[in-house]
């Protein structure tokens, strides 16, 4: 867009976060004239160039609507931000989006851009990111969303979110560990509360003090798992195993006899005709 630059196409990752923060200053606007967004999500949040240095705007507004007025069954047209996790006395039968959920959206796409992307900063020689992205793709599955243990405990369980955040690298954990502890908390806290009650003023503070920690972190994102998502790696296995195959098939047609040529007028592959073995003992052999 010429007016606006994505998410994921900002220089760094202290404009990142500032981005997200004045993106949730709207979503709070919104919520305060009676609106949800229902559908935050990394290519919905812009920064806008007209300003100088830029401000974070939300954009798509398809799916916003007022929660007095949500029907009780959506014509199968789903927003493209996952499905909040709702709290255990929830039945998924009874499951409505809230205010919350829009929150909610926040803490998974902070938690998505730190387990997705890695640093250009210098770390320690110690840190190793394989971790990092084993816990990626089992919390965001990529291709479907599913209420995965993994994920689950995030939402519910200090000790599982700080083993997900110490495969961070140390300056990124050291940063937003105690933010993403209490907004994880505060979360929880609205989920198991009283269905209707109005989110706490002290929610919209935790969200901008995450994304303000998350703007001390230096250095830019790098697409450390650009390419390796599930699905990837499942065509790279398919095309290896057919590659496997192919060097076996043509093992087995050496061991016949034949000889695979290309012909140098056409360039069709053709295949000699097998060549019949002599006796032991004949003419000629050893």
Same mark, same amino acid.
């Given at each position: 867009m010429e007016e606006a630059t994505k998410?994921? +196409?900002l220089p760094d990752i202290k404009t990142i976060f500032e !981005?997200?923060?004045d993106a949730s200053y709207a979503l709070f606007i919104l919520h305060s004239i009676g609106m949800l967004f229902r559908d935050v999500s990394p290519g919905n949040i812009l920064r806008r160039k007209m300003e100088v240095p830029g401000r974070g705007v939300l954009a798509d507004l398809e799916y916003s609507t007022s929660p007095t007025i949500l029907p009780d069954n959506n014509d199968g047209d789903q927003p493209s931000a996952p499905v909040p996790i709702a709290g255990p006395d929830l039945q998924? +039968? +009874?499951? $409505?989006f809230r205010d919350v959920h829009d929150l909610e959206s926040i803490f998974? *796409?902070?938690?998505? *851009?730190?387990?997705r992307y890695d640093t250009n900063e210098q770390i320690p020689t110690e840190y190793d990111p394989l971790p990092k992205r084993k816990a990626y793709n089992k919390i965001f599955p990529h291709y479907r969303f599913e209420n995965k243990p993994e994920r689950v405990?995030?939402?519910?369980?200090?000790?599982?979110? +700080?083993?997900? /955040?110490? /495969?961070l690298p140390p300056t990124w954990t050291s940063a937003l560990r105690n933010a993403l502890r209490h907004f994880r908390t505060a979360l929880m806290e609205?989920?198991?509360?009283?269905?209707? $009650?109005?989110?706490?003023?002290?929610?919209?503070a935790l969200v901008y003090?995450?994304?303000a920690r998350g703007e001390l972190i230096e250095g830019s994102f790098t697409g450390l798992f650009e390419g390796n998502s599930c699905e990837t790696l499942k065509r790279k296995r398919v095309a290896r195993r057919a590659a496997a195959q192919a060097v076996g098939a043509t093992t087995t047609?050496?061991?016949?006899?034949?000889? =695979?040529?290309?012909? =140098?007028? !056409?360039? =069709?592959? $053709?295949? !000699?005709?097998?060549?019949?073995?002599?006796?032991?003992?004949a003419a000629g052999t050893r």
């Open positions: 998410l994921l +196409d !981005t997200v923060k998924q +039968d +009874d499951w $409505r998974w *796409l902070i938690l998505w *851009l730190l387990l405990a995030v939402l519910t369980m200090d000790p599982a979110l +700080d083993k997900v /955040l110490a /495969l609205v989920h198991e509360g009283p269905k209707r $009650r109005p989110l706490p003023q002290t929610m919209w003090a995450t994304c047609a050496h061991r016949n006899g034949g000889v =695979a040529s290309a012909s =140098a007028s !056409t360039g =069709a592959e $053709r295949l !000699t005709v097998p060549q019949h073995k002599r006796k032991k003992g």
